[in-house]
């Protein structure tokens, strides 16, 4: 392996509190080590800023809705193509890349280790192959269980409680699908949609035919995974995502977890006062005061930015709403017993007061909030745009000016909604960009040797210039560093890795097979024997990190 030496960067390591510091950092076989020898590759960062390995906590990159997705939209991949060379495969850009171009790409930028983040496990041999089909990068899925009939069984039956059945079968899951975590999506709602076209509305209302209530789901299943230890925490897509009005659901949705350790994803989609059918408002400084004074839940933001974007996500009823508001291409699909899925291309307009407000109210969550530990980076991928935005991302958090410009072209009735009509005065600072895009992402994953850079963990480094600019210098980092090798300089890629799979494993009762197997046989096409992911092809080798109960 190479040994590497950078030399006299300023290292912003927030997890172990390094803030700037003028230093060396030495790299060899694959870790970060104390000192390396004479023989070492210097790399000479005066001047430059020095940082882990990005880490994208929420995106969707891979399964059949990427690939229906990609199906969906020919005219943009059309335009950017990737071709082959010596050292590439060749693919397609556009807003959701080919598994090739999701690689380099990321890469690119700076990404060493990205979730897809819902994935249905009926599905995990074909997310598991477009995973493995993706370069430079380390990762891992989250499987949806919020609306799986199974899982619905056994909380009626332990009546919303944390059952040892119950518990045990989520460790199953994890097991037979090679999955890192476990997704929760409108819970219990996407199957109302699946029966009626509806929704189940709020998180009491019962799921009919079934029992059961989404405060139940969140309860039993959020306890059972918090009771395995898993690494990462139950990951909550809220019920009534982007109704108005849904922060009180939102609100009612953490105080359901509390107590327990859970993340909320997209928590724009999440924040919106007003009533239904009617507009929106802003009511983000409520989630932000409510996550203050509960450390034990986290967010990520799904900032929207303007412009062409893919929505894709399991909660089928939002995608036939937003059908309906654009009246083009749409996709929805049913997958059995577990999940549904709703694909819209869409484009955000600065000029559209919802849009706008979206906008807004992501911003707000960033800049409002005391604990950038707390609400991590996203734009959940591709639904509120491209994670190619992250640098004009960081450029808005990062740069006043920029940002007061950027508001003055926005709906101005939509800005008046939110507190960004203050004038808030609030600049990221480079550790403060080095928590919310690594340090707190592997935290929350359980990812112990990512996203910080002390002795021992993963050498995955990137090295920006230190540009005014902070769009152009996050754009293009002039070194990325994956597993200890130079995999990109000055834009451009010099080597090739696969990159790890990434999986977590939770011990269970092999005899909560005999309880699955005829609920199997009385809800699925596929045979209980037949369901598991077996194929050492897709499943090893991984990288497993055991739950800590």
Known sequence: MTEIRISGGAIHDPANDVDGEIRDLCLKDGKVVA????????????????MPGGVDIHAHIAGPKANLARKLSPDSRRTDPLDRSELLRSGTGGLVPSTFATGYRYSLLGYTTVVEAAAPPLAARHVLAELRDTPMIDKAFLILMGNNQVLFELIRESGG????????AVAWWLAATGGYGVKLVNPGGVEVFKQSNGDV???DAEVPGYGVTPRQVLEAIGGAVHELGLPHPVHVHANDLGVPGNATTTLQTMDALSGRQAHLAHLQFHAYGGKPGGLPRSRAPELLDYLAGHKELTADVGQVMFGDAMTMTADGHVSAVLRDLDGGKWVNHDTEVETGCGIVPFTYKSGNYVHALQWGIGL??????????QVMLSTDHPNGGSFMSYPKLIRLLMDRGFRDDQLGRANQKAIKRTALRDGIEREYTLNEIAIITRAAPARRLG??????????ADADVTIYHDRADREEMFSTPRYVIKGGELVVEEGDLRRVDDGLLLSSRASFDAEIERVLKPLFADRYTVSF??????????????VTVEASP
């Open 201 to 203: 509305g709020g998180i």
């Open 529 to 542: 024997d037949h369901y598991p992911v077996r194929d050492p092809a897709l499943r090893e080798p991984a």
């Open 35 to 50: 000192d390396v020898g004479p023989g070492a590759r210097r790399i000479d960062a005066r001047g430059m800023v020095v």
């Open 161 to 168: 409680a944390v059952s040892p059945q119950l518990r045990d």
């Open 447 to 456: 990812l112990r040797d990512k996203g910080q850079l002390g002795i021992g």
């Open 364 to 373: 707000e969550l960033f800049l409002l909030g005391d604990d950038p530990w």
